[in-house]
């Protein structure tokens, strides 16, 4: 018994099944960049078959596809487990004595902070966390703009002389 022969040819066959295919690699792999790959792989395969030699280009598909997936498999399990790590995949994180030393100048400015005159902290607050303007908080405060830039620019120097002091 032979297998029934699909009468158009195998590249508009694969037409007809390639996003089909693209689906079945996607779900198997859960990665759309190897999915196009392997679908791309599946019809470097089939190219240059003829469709009476194949029989049934949807099956035959899907053979090359399993095959593929198969030899996919095969490679990942062979590749060695601790590859170097690309720098993009480095952590952000500073190394351990930097996270000290930024702890330290964390702990020291909020003394810092808790020193200034409520007024002062409270602009620098307002203008930095919060970000308003001077004019916002001159109004919050009941006092000029300028004055306000005033509160702010003190507040600032005070940490900043007294940071450099420890």
């Not at 470097?44 to 035959?60: D, K, S, W, Y």
């Amino acid at each position: 018994m032979s297998l029934p022969v699909d009468p158009l040819p195998p590249e508009e066959l694969f037409r007809r099944h390639s996003s089909e295919l693209l689906r079945f690699f996607t779900r198997q792999t859960r990665c759309s960049e190897l999915a196009a790959d392997l679908r791309q792989e599946t019809w470097l395969r089939l190219q240059g078959r003829r469709t009476e030699e194949i029989g049934n280009v949807r099956a035959f598909l899907y053979r090359i596809a399993r095959n593929l997936l198969i030899d996919h498999h095969r490679q990942q399990q062979t590749r060695p487990q601790s590859a170097p790590l690309d720098e993009a995949l480095e952590s952000e994180l500073p190394e351990p004595e930097r996270a000290i030393e930024d702890s330290r100048r964390l702990a020291r400015l909020q003394i810092l902070m808790h020193e200034l005159p409520k007024h002062l902290r409270q602009a620098l607050l307002w203008n930095r966390l919060d970000g308003l303007t001077q004019r916002e908080i001159g109004e919050r405060l009941g006092v000029s703009e300028s004055m306000a830039g005033r509160y702010i620019l003190k507040a600032l120097e005070y940490c900043q002389e007294r940071m450099d002091d420890r």
